[in-house]
């Protein structure tokens, strides 16, 4: 009896482990980790932000955006196109029982912010901020915390960034 029961209650812990693994590394889409169908999108503001020190040993802080983009616009199509690209895995932390109210990349040199609305009201909107780590911090509409993502494409901040500086406008923040 008391080996059968140690056999039913490791195969039980091995049974949670490979669900809690299914569900970290399933990979999820632009439209599920935002909770709406991309179409929906009317507005979105994309900006990126480049931190280092120069060859001369200066710091430096380098912003370009994007503004206001709609639906049709050209540049709208693109960025919701790079970021349809990476599919995003949940992170344990959005398991954790109480609100995520602040995410940290260490050592991160580069980010790309965008905002995105598919409505007039705080409820339709959405922030995401992409790490150069892969970690994609998701706060949708009123609600109090983030969601973590990790990227399964690498390299779509290195696109976002190389869009928003050949396409957007330098600013002096």
Known sequence: MRKHMKKILIALLA?????AGVWRLRPHSLADIISVDESAIISLTCTANISGVSKDGTPFIDNYELQALTGGSKDFIAIIDILNQSGYQQSFQN????????????GSSMNANIFLAWGSTEKETCFLTVYDDGKVVVSLGENNGFLVYHATDRSMLDQLVN???????????
């Not at 109480?98 to 990349?105: D, E, M, Q």
């Not at 869009?163 to 923040?173: A, I, L, R």
């Open 15 to 19: 049974l949670i482990v490979l669900c």
């Open 163 to 173: 869009y928003v500086q050949e396409h957007g406008t330098k600013t002096d923040k």
């Open 95 to 106: 398991l954790f029982p109480w609100a995520i109210t602040s995410v940290s990349s260490n």
